[in-house]
């Protein structure tokens, strides 16, 4: 009996010929960067880099671009493959671009193939793209004198300080939520070099435009989340200027009676250093009060501008709504929704000077 | 458990006297050019036959033929007064006389063709110095190791256990080899049932010349199908006695070095004697450093041909451009270069072994960097694999009991096949076929995975942790011993005291 | 008919705590989140909570049902006693089709993991083939190699459960509130949904007589009850903070996709070797199901448990070949639910009350 059993379990280990589908590794091309413009007529382009071993002894690894025309986006990776020796594979995928255009239009329909493909990560990161995302893709194979995949390896340095974190899941997340809106990084090319040019705001998922720049960024972070690093310009007249570096900073909020009458106060409380000065001298306390009451001034007066930029673009990056339902019984989500940008929001900025660094 | 079904009443080793009566049997005695006949000490004496190569001549002379040559001739039952010999044996006995002279007797009788002879035993036993042990050393502590001669090894062994609890009983096994097969254990430590059942076992042997300690557990072992070890050999003494004080089972085979012990579980996969001879938070790493090194050299190129074939999303970013560059160039699918390395490391083991010691180094050196290096440079195998191969197989021999060496280097291919069908998901389906197996599987009745299950926490102290002396106070509950507690006393606590209490 | 299996092929009552999880944990608590959330949204946990609490019950239900003496030591005696032959064996019937319909369940939905996620294109059959081969292999074995088998389940499979440190980076805890915000009918009617994911516990009723000083097991098999529903609330508190809950009611298999965001230095993508690594955990449940089938059916018919339990097998592979899309696999599942509940809510406490009025009858009568 013994021996029949281990007979058809052999067999029937061996009729699996007919199973399961390989990808080994050097049979593939893994695609990493992929960017989707708007190819008007409902078309969209798709233009993906992937990464080809190179003969030899060294680990070196050529890059490719290839780019289709089609509805959708599997359809375009389809058309990729007419023409790329090995079928292209998505598992490895690090980021999606999205050009401007297609981002105003909504990108509910382009991401949700990637929420429903197993085969894709929840670490995938998407950006908006000023202009045409396959610029930025074309570049992305020229820029290999430092490893990684650039414009990964841009956005996850950036998110340490004037990006906030965001990644399919937070998209997502924000898209599903209805008291928030997604919020991505807006890219560029200039020169020969990408850059980050700073926050797109969405409504839901269309692009509404507008962004918050690059050096507002840090402003935009302090407002959303806790973290730990990053630092600011102060602007305190001309040609008088000063950075701060975070520290640490924290952030608050407080909603009250959000069904009938809501208020939002949002508390940020800061720990900083400073590392540069002109002007002020540091040697006695006093000054560096001054310099804590001038910043919180400045700073704060910048956030408030924010926030009814916010307001008035009918936008909740933050997720005030979110917060507001999880404090009340029986949230009224209409009701928040109608008097969003009337709601007085109120940024309450406390700054903590804690070291100078090593000199006086 | 029985070889062959064979008539019950013979007992173990139970042999046909072949000849049908004394005159054959001297006859075939005869037909040996190394069986002297002689008349001593004149034409009238006494008839004196034995096997040159089997008897001391030495004794010989000094004892018997000395005593003889100043006497008148007499009646052999006197005689057997005169000689200064122990257990002389005056008998007609077919039997008695085969296998009596053949064990090194001199058979003397009183005139030609007499039936009665009187055997007095001569042995000349040509045995090997006490040497050092071979598979099991260890940096410190003892270098004895068994020898051929069961009577040296029974010595070695009670020498450690001066008690006369340590019993051994003796059987003979083989029909033609008649071997002498002594089964040693403590009684009142040891389980009787584990006695009962392996003087049973070893009662049904039937097989014609057991030459090695190894034929014998094959025979008697609970599963004879399982490429896990149920009896575990040993070479040393000191290895014995301490387990025999455990309340197991020991098994010594004349002309065998090894001893066998059991039961067993599969923790002695990974526990070596060393382990008791270190402090135990050393002897606790080094047991979780083989686990480690057994699950590496198990696992490591079933989970690369499994990764690189089906799952490269697995693999972290950076990792990436090493393992594709590496695998660009080479044009075989993942599992066919495992296989042919595996199959390279095996062919370079198997004639490690064989190669006179002389040859041995040069040719290790040159199949294993040169032909490495080539390889790989011909763009043949990647060297990702070369290396992990290597590793593997490096680590396969920090298991101290070389037949679990063996199983492992073989349970990697049924992992190789599995990974290359199903992936990851291949591997995990054979590790649970295999765990069906180790589940089902007893070591002399009692279940190969304790302490795992059944789960028995108190034999954890000694299983891949390894608790002080001092902790281990009863012996280990899968043996069922008749008498658990190994200490009597507790040690006294010394009362230290601290600085800070001053 | 007296059950007495020898003391030799009995386990030891520390056992039945690893009994219980091992069989009441298999498939469900990759996906179980989104179902319960659809109804009770964040106040998902609490029915959990509750329904872990009321097995309980129904737990102690059982251990009164089986301590009445040696005439009532497992179901089938238990039907016997109160029903006589040949109603007891009619029910000892459904009993067994509802053993099979677990088991069935458990494999389909474990190999439509596998299919969704890891393998598209694999052909399911045979992978059934072979699974049922190494389900054959463990229940030969007999009981005690069964228990084994969940104990090392187990134990492989926990660090899986540490993974859930993942996902609190990331966590929006605030999502838990407002705190019973639901109606108490919403929150009912999501520990119905429940059940499913906790059945397993009355197998005890099947396995009763292989436990030795069986008064002792009782506290270990709450022990275990309790453990798996720490493990369940764990599992859904982490995922009502990780996702929002709008999201989760789109995300089929919520635990699984959070195994995607585990990141260790040298593994990327942890849910392929989650998902290998869970086969240790789905085997057991479907090894004592069809253990508990055939065993009964022996019981109930007198043919040797082997060849009842290849029966069964035959019977699971065609049921699986039948079973082929989404669609069909959901249906069956809510089928199951629906019945594992009424047997679980409806049947157990039913047949206690009609043993305990049975029992009194006959006490006063003697």
Aim: charged content about 20%.
């Amino acid at each position: 009996m013994k021996i029949k059993l281990l007979l058809i379990t052999l067999a029937s280990f061996l009729m699996t010929a007919c199973g399961v589908e390989k990808q080994i590794l050097e049979d593939i091309l893994i695609a990493e960067v992929v960017g989707y413009d708007d190819a008007g007529d409902k078309k969209i382009k798709g233009t993906v880099v992937v990464s080809v071993p190179q003969p030899g002894e060294e680990a070196d690894l050529g890059k490719e671009v290839y780019e289709a025309d089609s509805h959708d986006i599997k359809a375009a990776r389809q058309q990729e493959n007419a023409k790329t020796p090995y079928p292209i594979v998505g598992g490895r995928l690090t980021v999606t671009l999205y050009g401007e255009e297609l981002a105003s239009k909504g990108l509910n329909d382009y991401v949700d193939t990637y929420r429903r493909d197993p085969m894709v990560g929840r670490d995938l990161y998407l950006a908006v793209v000023h202009g045409k995302a396959e610029d930025v893709v074309k570049m992305e194979p020229k820029l290999i004198k430092t490893p990684g995949v650039q414009v990964k390896e841009l956005i996850e340095q950036n998110i340490r300080t004037n990006l906030p974190d965001v990644d399919l899941h937070r998209y997502l997340y924000a898209c599903h939520g209805n008291g928030i809106d997604p919020v991505l990084p807006l890219l560029e090319t200039t020169g020969n070099q990408i850059r980050v040019r700073g926050i797109a705001l969405f409504k839901k998922d269309r692009y509404i435009g507008k962004y918050i720049p690059y050096e507002e960024g840090f402003l935009y972070k302090v407002l959303s989340e806790n973290f730990k690093l990053g630092s600011y310009e102060i602007k305190w007249k001309e040609n008088d200027f000063t950075d701060i570096n975070n520290v640490e900073s924290r952030v608050h909020y407080h909603i009250s009676n959000a069904n009938q009458d809501p208020k939002v106060r949002i508390e940020v409380k800061m720990k900083a250093s400073l590392l540069e000065v002109q002007g002020y001298d540091l040697g006695k306390a006093v000054d560096l009060n001054k310099i804590e009451v001038r910043a919180e001034r400045v700073i704060g007066k910048k956030l408030n501008e924010m926030v009814t930029m916010f307001q008035e673009n009918h936008i909740d990056p933050l997720a005030l709504g979110d917060h507001a339902k999880s404090k009340t019984r029986n949230f009224d989500q209409k009701h928040w929704e109608e008097t969003y940008p009337d709601i007085p929001i109120e940024v309450d900025l406390d700054i903590e000077m804690i070291q100078t660094g090593i000199a006086e | 458990m029985r070889l062959f079904k064979g008539k019950r009443e013979m007992d173990s080793g139970s042999f046909q006297v072949t000849s049908k009566d004394f005159q054959e049997l001297l006859k075939k005695f005869k037909a040996s050019d190394d069986f002297l006949t002689f008349q001593f000490p004149n034409d009238d004496g006494y008839i004196i036959s034995y096997f040159n190569s089997l008897v001391s001549v030495q004794q010989l002379h000094e004892q018997v033929l000395a005593v003889m040559s100043n006497q008148p001739k007499k009646v052999l039952k006197q005689l057997k007064g005169d000689i200064p010999m122990e257990d002389m044996k005056l008998t007609a006995d077919l039997k008695d006389i085969q296998r009596l002279v053949l064990a090194g007797s001199i058979m003397i009788q009183y005139k030609q063709d007499d039936e009665m002879c009187l055997l007095i035993p001569c042995v000349h036993s040509v045995k090997r110095q006490i040497s050092t042990p071979e598979s099991e050393y260890t940096v410190v502590g003892s270098k004895e190791a068994f020898v051929e001669s069961l009577d040296s090894n029974l010595n070695l062994v009670r020498n450690r256990l001066p008690t006369p609890e340590l019993q051994s009983k003796e059987f003979r096994v083989g029909s033609i080899s008649q071997t002498r097969i002594a089964v040693l254990y403590i009684d009142g430590v040891v389980n009787q049932q584990n006695i009962n059942t392996v003087i049973q076992r070893i009662e049904d042997i039937e097989y014609d010349t057991i030459v090695d300690i190894s034929f014998v557990s094959q025979m008697i072992t609970d599963n004879r199908n399982s490429m896990f070890p149920q009896l575990i050999d040993t070479e040393r003494p000191d290895h014995l006695a301490s387990v025999l004080s455990e309340g197991k089972i020991g098994i010594m085979l004349d002309g065998s070095p090894h001893a066998l012990v059991g039961p067993n579980t599969i923790i002695s996969f990974f526990s070596s004697f060393e382990d008791y001879f270190q402090i135990w938070n050393l002897g606790t790493s080094f047991r979780l450093i083989r686990l480690f090194a057994v699950l590496f050299s198990v696992l490591s190129s079933p989970l690369y041909v499994a990764v690189l074939t089906y799952h490269y999303q697995v693999i972290p970013t950076d990792l990436l451009p090493i393992l594709i560059s590496s695998r660009g160039v080479i044009p075989f699918p993942p599992i066919l270069e495992a296989i042919v390395l595996e199959g390279t490391i095996e062919l370079l083991r198997e004639a490690a072994v064989r190669l006179p010691a002389k040859v041995g180094s040069t040719i290790g050196i040159v199949g294993g960097i040169v032909i490495g290096t080539a390889a790989v440079e011909a763009g043949f195998v990647s060297n990702v694999l070369l290396m992990l191969v290597a590793l593997a197989a490096l680590a396969s021999f920090t298991v101290p009991i070389y037949q679990i060496s063996n199983t492992i280097r073989l349970i990697r291919f049924p992992f190789l096949i599995a990974a290359q069908l199903y992936g990851l998901f291949g591997i995990a389906l054979c590790s649970a076929f295999i765990l069906s197996h180790l589940l089902k599987l007893t070591s002399l009745g009692s279940p190969y995975l304790d302490p795992l299950y059944p789960l028995r926490i108190h034999d954890f102290k000694d299983s891949l942790i390894r608790l002080p002396f001092s902790k281990q106070k009863k012996r280990p509950q899968f043996l069922r011993t008749e008498n658990p507690l190994r200490i009597r006393k507790e040690a006294e606590k010394r009362n230290i005291r601290n600085d800070i209490d001053e | 008919m007296e059950v007495k299996p020898n003391e030799t092929k009995q386990i030891s009552p520390f056992f039945v705590f690893f009994l219980m999880p091992g069989m009441q944990i298999g498939v469900g608590i990759l996906g179980f989140e989104r179902i319960i959330a659809k109804e009770a949204g964040q106040d998902a946990w609490i029915s959990v909570l509750i329904s872990g609490l009321i097995i309980n019950v129904l737990l102690w239900m059982c251990f009164k049902l089986l301590g009445r003496g040696p005439q009532t030591l497992d179901l089938v005696a238990i039907h016997k006693d109160l029903f006589g032959k040949w109603v007891g064996n009619a029910f000892n019937i459904l009993f067994i089709l509802y053993f099979i319909m677990i088991s069935i369940i458990l494999i389909r939905t474990y190999l439509e993991v596998i299919q969704v996620w890891m393998f598209p294109g694999v052909n399911v059959l045979m992978l059934i083939t072979i699974i049922l081969i190494l389900v054959y292999r463990f229940v030969e074995g007999g009981f005690r190699v069964i228990t084994g088998f969940c104990i090392i389940g187990l134990i492989i499979g926990s660090p899986l459960f540490l993974l859930n440190y993942f996902p609190l980076k990331y966590a929006h805890f605030e999502n838990l509130g407002p705190l019973l915000d639901h109606s108490f009918l919403e929150i009912m009617k999501a520990c119905k949904k429940m059940t499913l994911n906790y059945l397993g516990f009355e197998l005890i009723l099947i396995y009763y007589p292989f436990i030795k000083n069986r008064e002792k097991s009782q506290k270990w098999a709450h022990l275990g009850a309790l453990f798996t529903m720490v493990i369940y609330v764990v599992s859904i508190l982490v995922s009502l903070a990780y996702y929002h809950q709008d999201q989760l009611k789109d995300v089929i298999w919520a635990t699984l996709t959070l195994w995607k965001i585990v990141d260790l230095p040298f593994i990327e993508r942890f849910e392929y070797i989650g998902i290998s690594v869970w086969l240790f955990m789905v085997l057991p449940n479907v090894c004592l199901g069809v253990w508990a089938a055939s065993r009964t059916a022996k019981r109930v018919f007198g043919f040797r448990q082997k060849k009842m339990m290849v029966l069964i097998l035959i019977i699971i592979l065609v049921s699986c070949i039948f079973l082929d899309n989404r669609y069909r696999i959901d249906k069956f599942n809510t089928i199951s639910s629906q019945i594992g509940f009424y047997i679980v809510y409806l049947y157990l406490p039913l047949l206690f009350i009609w043993q305990s009025i049975v029992y009194k009858v006959r006490g006063h009568k003697s």
